[in-house]
């Protein structure tokens, strides 16, 4: 359903779409599997200390979901309207 909530996005992801990125420019030509091994090793070398701004972003992210869950329908119900923006 393409009006369904979109899904909540984990801690990890969040790190990943913010490093990405940097690790293209650090390493220009890198090839796609090969960036996922770098932040994976990247994540796994990070403290906690250093992940919680990221689980914080992934711990909102599904508060939003839940809100917009609760609130969505599904098919065939007009005017679906969510208490959260995207």
């Known amino acids: ?3 369904a909530p979109r899904r909540n996005v984990s801690a990890y992801l969040h790190f990943a779409s913010k490093y990405r ?3 293209r420019e650090e390493h220009p030509g890198i090839q796609f599997g ?3 091994k770098l932040l994976g090793k990247k994540w796994t ?3 906690d200390q250093e992940k ?3 689980e914080d972003m992934a711990e909102a992210d599904k508060k939003r979901y ?3 869950k609760e ?3 599904g098919p ?3 005017n679906t309207v969510y208490p959260l923006t995207r």
């Open 76 to 78: 065939g119900f007009a």
């Open 21 to 23: 990125d940097k690790l």
């Open 71 to 73: 609130c969505y329908k």
């Open 66 to 68: 839940e809100a917009e």
């Open 45 to 47: 070398s990070f403290s």
């Open 34 to 36: 090969e960036i996922g």
């Open 1 to 3: 359903d393409p009006n």
């Open 52 to 54: 919680k701004p990221c």
